[in-house]
């Protein structure tokens, strides 16, 4: 057993200081550690739904887990705001080199024989398909259910933004998130004695 130091979990545990939708005022401020957590359960609650209803067979806790880490690396690169990020062709390749890197780094902070039990979260690139599909699903709808909570908090400014993403979901056409969006998604309208009584 190594008995060095390893700073990787205080690095990841700083994600709650990211705060996301820089370019946007927001009502509701929200950070990188929270938005991981519920694109985690996100994404796990769309897993079982596609187990269960849809035919498939893919593994719900691993993808839980690895998008807990799906914005890991943004502890080094910060949230890149998405209208930046995609703005050309040149920038999507530069912001992906630069995402690479990170991931590099931050795998490179474990202990040496944890590396490779971590790259698989880490290192997006290595997940399955499905996986991939379904974390990048669920963390769509929690931008969607973020831009409704601000346009509920009276900021129209993500109103564009929810029409956008929602249409997307829509576009992406997986029944796991038509399934969400009619059984699970009209509840985030309610106010909390709604929801207890």
Same mark, same amino acid.
């Given at each position: 057993?190594?008995?060095?130091?390893?700073?990787?979990?205080?690095?990841?545990?700083?994600?709650?200081?990211?705060?996301?939708?820089?370019?946007?005022?927001?009502?509701?401020?929200?950070?990188?550690?929270?938005?991981?957590?519920?694109?985690?359960?996100?994404?796990?609650?769309?897993?079982?739904?596609?187990?269960?209803?849809?035919?498939?067979?893919?593994?719900?806790?691993?993808?839980?887990?690895?998008?807990?880490?799906?914005?890991?690396?943004?502890?080094?690169?910060?949230?890149?705001?998405?209208?930046?990020?995609?703005?050309? &062709?040149?920038? @999507?390749?530069?912001?992906? *080199?630069? #995402?690479?890197?990170?991931? =590099?780094?931050? /795998?490179?902070?474990?202990?040496?024989?944890?590396?490779?039990?971590?790259?698989?979260?880490? &290192?997006?690139? @290595?997940?399955?398909?499905? *996986?991939? #599909?379904?974390?990048?699903? =669920?963390?769509? /709808?929690?931008?969607?259910?973020?831009?409704?909570?601000?346009?509920?908090?009276?900021?129209?400014?993500?109103?564009?933004?929810?029409?956008?993403?929602?249409?997307?979901?829509?576009?992406?056409?997986?029944?796991?998130?038509?399934?969400?969006?009619?059984?699970?998604?009209?509840?985030?309208?309610?106010?909390?004695?709604?929801?207890?009584?």
């Amino acid at each position: 057993m190594s008995a060095i130091i390893s700073h990787f979990f205080a690095y990841v545990s700083r994600l709650r200081w990211i705060k996301r939708w820089g370019l946007m005022r927001n009502a509701i401020e929200e950070n990188v550690a929270t938005h991981s957590w519920e694109v985690a359960t996100l994404a796990h609650a769309l897993a079982i739904i596609r187990n269960r209803h849809f035919g498939g067979g893919v593994n719900a806790d691993r993808i839980a887990a690895a998008a807990l880490y799906h914005d890991a690396t943004e502890v080094i690169t910060g949230d890149m705001p998405t209208p930046v990020k995609y703005h050309s &062709r040149v920038m @999507r390749e530069a912001f992906g *080199d630069i #995402e690479h890197k990170a991931e =590099a780094e931050l /795998l490179a902070l474990l202990p040496e024989d944890l590396r490779e039990d971590f790259s698989p979260y880490i &290192r997006e690139s @290595r997940l399955p398909a499905e *996986d991939k #599909e379904l974390i990048k699903a =669920a963390d769509r /709808l929690s931008a969607w259910l973020k831009c409704r909570a601000e346009i509920r908090a009276g900021n129209k400014e993500f109103e564009p933004a929810a029409r956008q993403i929602r249409q997307r979901l829509d576009e992406d056409g997986l029944p796991e998130v038509a399934y969400f969006l009619k059984v699970f998604a009209p509840s985030y309208e309610q106010p909390l004695d709604n929801l207890l009584g």
